[in-house]
């Protein structure tokens, strides 16, 4: 989130410095026509005349009305050439501040921080969506343990984060589906502005294996996106190595640490609940089945994949 927030402070300082420049470089441009360098000096000396004047609590309604004729002049000289001397801001509502005339966040700001996360979230994700789902008209086993779990899932993706379910895990066979319905989850989430981080159980653990073995400065950031993300997809949880004194350890501190934070999990994986128990150990088999936030999905059936679906 730091880094997303850093990033849209960039995005908004190039944004007014391509701004001024732009203006600075339309202005030289104009300067260069003998028509409109004898009404811009016109106008900047009648304007330096006004101020002295007010300055010494005058008023002159005669050359106020002037300045304007002049300013109007000039201003359609510019327009009728294409340019401006005026900074022209791509966010008009807080001139690329980020901020409003009443110190409130800009709307542009809540819409780049949607479209990066979206961007960065989806650079793993599968791009399947709820719109993709064609489960219902499939002739499958499954058929309607899937279109039923897509309704489900559809309608937690509309709740997400007010949902009280904060461990989702969808349980099977090869094939059956279960990656699809992660996918349109975490697309839908990204869509939403949520930051979703996917990734396989395979690349989790050389994760947690690389923080293990890394030294302490190394070591600061490299389990943030596990901590942080607003939603964390773990596929085919199970097919991954236990390496000793690593995987088992610093998978329960992640899963204990997000749960205890109220932040949401979501997992595929072949095995079976007692399984799942017999691999991991009671310690986070306790954190992915507490019936107060755990929701488990049994999904056996037709590998869709063979057989073209």
Known sequence: MEDIKK??????????ESAFENAQRDYETARGDKDFARLDTQVRELTLEISFARSQGKTNKAADKKLKELESERGKWLEAHGLSITPRFICSVCGDTGVTGNGERCGCVKELFRTLVKTRSR??????????????SMQCSQGEKLDKAYSLLKKYSGEFPQSRIKCIILSGSVGTGK?????????ALADRGFSVLYIS??????KLLEYHTSDLTAKAHILDEFLNADMLMIDDLGTEQIYK???LEYMYDIFDTRFSE??????TTNLTNDEILDRYGERIY????????????RINGDDLRISGR
């Open 179 to 187: 990656t699809c319905l992660m996918s349109a989850v975490g697309n």
């Open 123 to 136: 650079g793993n994700l599968p791009p399947f969506t709820f719109a993709d789902n064609r489960i219902a």
């Open 7 to 16: 990033q849209i402070a960039d995005i908004l300082k190039e944004r007014r």
């Open 245 to 247: 004194n690593v995987t």
């Open 262 to 267: 109220g932040k949401a999990v979501m997992i």
């Open 201 to 206: 159980a395979f690349r989790f653990n050389k």
């Open 286 to 297: 306790s954190r992915l089945f507490n019936k107060n936030y755990s929701s488990f999905k």
